[in-house]
């Protein structure tokens, strides 16, 4: 089974600090994504990437940015942390289109 | 535009009663559909896919989704739903690899 790990399941940072998120997966999948998940909005796409050092504005991008220096791993950098990103952050991977999507467990990140 | 719509925010079924969870969505080509599970504190797991053929789908866990082009619809169902079913369930509609997932609908099951 493709596995996709986020290194934190839960995160506390200040406001104004850089965070980062990381996310590994260990199948050899072209497309990454990061989402972020809040109550009664579903998930938004923030940032994909379809190959190394390649990387494709989602849906909210403000306030984030990302990083794809190997296949296997994308990072979620918050340059400025501040308490409107207090969120589930969610990666997933995928081979192609049609398998869909694998997801990491998340990590949860309170800013304070 | 684009979007997914998942109208029951939440919804409460006995155990051993049948679910219907309903998604409608906008998409402007022949989209990719999906429903995906989320149990607490967890990540999604993939329960089905739709995207061509057979307009009745299997999944895991005895779900099934049946896709409707003329009402732009692709709802998931159970016949008999077990306690272990209790879950958050998202709705996911796209194509070449970019997906629009809707708000979600939470599962409570009765005892």
């Known amino acids: 089974d493709v596995k996709v790990t986020q290194s934190s399941r839960y995160l506390v940072k200040r406001t104004g600090e850089k965070v980062f998120l990381e996310c590994v997966q260990d199948?050899?999948?072209?497309?990454m994504f990061w989402y972020r998940q809040d109550p009664g909005l579903g998930l938004r796409l923030i940032y994909f990437?379809?190959?190394?050092?390649?990387?494709e504005k989602g849906d909210i991008p403000e306030g984030y940015s990302v990083s794809r220096e190997k296949k296997e791993r994308f990072s979620l950098i918050l340059e400025s942390a501040s308490t409107n990103q207090t969120s589930m952050y969610l990666c997933?991977?995928?081979?192609?289109?049609?398998?869909?999507?694998?997801f990491g467990s998340g990590t949860r990140l309170t800013v304070v | 535009a684009q979007s997914v719509t998942q109208p029951d925010i939440h919804i409460t079924v006995s155990e051993g009663a049948s679910l219907e969870l309903r998604c409608n969505y906008s998409?402007?080509?022949?989209?990719?559909l999906f429903w995906y599970v989320q149990s607490p504190g967890q990540g999604l797991q993939l329960l089905l896919k739709?995207?061509?053929?057979?307009?009745l789908v299997q999944g895991i866990k005895g779900f099934e989704a049946e896709f409707k082009r003329s009402q732009s619809s692709f709802n998931l169902r159970k016949p008999s739903v077990h306690w272990s079913d209790a879950a958050e369930y998202f709705c996911?509609?796209?194509?070449?690899?970019?997906?629009?997932f809707g708000s979600g609908t939470k599962l409570n099951v009765k005892p």
């Open positions: 997933a991977s995928s081979l192609k289109t049609d398998y869909g999507y694998t």
């Open positions: 199948m050899d999948h072209e497309n």
């Open positions: 990437s379809y190959d190394v050092k390649m990387k």
């Open positions: 998409y402007g080509a022949t989209p990719y």
């Open positions: 739709y995207f061509s053929g057979d307009t």
């Open positions: 996911a509609v796209g194509g070449f690899n970019k997906f629009y």
